[in-house]
């Protein structure tokens, strides 16, 4: 499933209006994560997506909620911080050990 702005829990975020866009299918880069920036938060989920394989909207928000809560202050390049939440799999997927 592709998460789209109106699928955002924040609704304040920088949107940049430019058709330099980075797609899904480009991968993550080493280019700056913001965030601050809507099209950084949609891009970093919507590719956490393809390493899943079935995102749904209460995941989707709760990687949101990870990314803006917990995800350390120093600046991070896309790939880091798709490591990152691959790190958080079981936080995002609700599973516990048993």
């Not at 913001?34 to 099209?39: L, T």
């Not at 949101?64 to 958080?88: A, D, F, H, Y």
């Amino acid at each position: 499933m592709r998460i789209v702005k109106e699928n955002l829990l924040t609704r304040d975020y920088i949107w940049n209006n430019d058709s330099k866009s980075t797609l899904v299918a480009d991968g993550p880069t080493r280019n700056r994560f913001d965030r601050f920036n809507g099209n950084c938060m949609l891009h970093i989920i919507n590719l956490y997506d393809c390493f899943v394989d079935k995102l749904n909207i209460e995941q989707a928000h709760k990687i949101e909620s990870l990314i803006q809560n917990e995800l350390p202050l120093e600046t991070r390049s896309e790939i880091t911080v798709l490591q990152w939440l691959k790190g958080k799999h079981a936080q995002i997927f609700s599973l516990e050990a048993v």
